[in-house]
């Protein structure tokens, strides 16, 4: 199954006319904010042993931990790469994956920080005739 890279471009098209990467965008407009400090297309060295292992099944439908050459189930990308995609790619926790949830719960802002106005929210939720 392929899906369709609509989210990739515009993701391309935020940071040509932000003027930046789109990584530095997100933080900007969104993860700083909120105060989502653990957010990031790159998961810094200090704290790459606080990643999620992966599990799954072997052909023995044994449950065995699923690992890359990295450790990690999902590659990180590589430090140099410049490209972010707007669709794939960011690390996150828990806790940060809550606080942008909230944003839905909350009418468009979390503890007193509007990003969305209650409007704007309403549109993202409603089902488009396609």
Do not use: C
Request: proline share 5%; hydrophobic share 40%.
């Amino acid at each position: 199954m392929s899906y369709g890279s609509a989210t990739d471009l515009l993701g391309f098209l935020i940071a040509r006319v932000e003027g930046e990467p789109l990584g530095a965008v997100l933080k900007r407009r969104i993860f700083d904010p909120l105060g989502m400090k653990d957010t990031s297309f790159l998961v810094p060295p200090d704290k790459r042993d606080r990643r999620a292992a992966a599990y799954g099944f072997n052909d023995e439908e044994h449950l065995i931990k699923r690992t890359t050459r990295s450790g990690v189930f999902v590659e990180e990308r590589p430090v140099e790469m410049t490209y972010e995609s707007g669709g794939q790619g960011l690390w996150s926790t828990v806790d940060d994956y809550l606080r942008f949830a909230r944003l839905f719960l909350g009418d468009g802002s979390v503890d007193g920080v509007r990003l969305l106005r209650p409007e704007m929210l309403a549109r993202m939720m409603t089902n488009a005739a396609i």
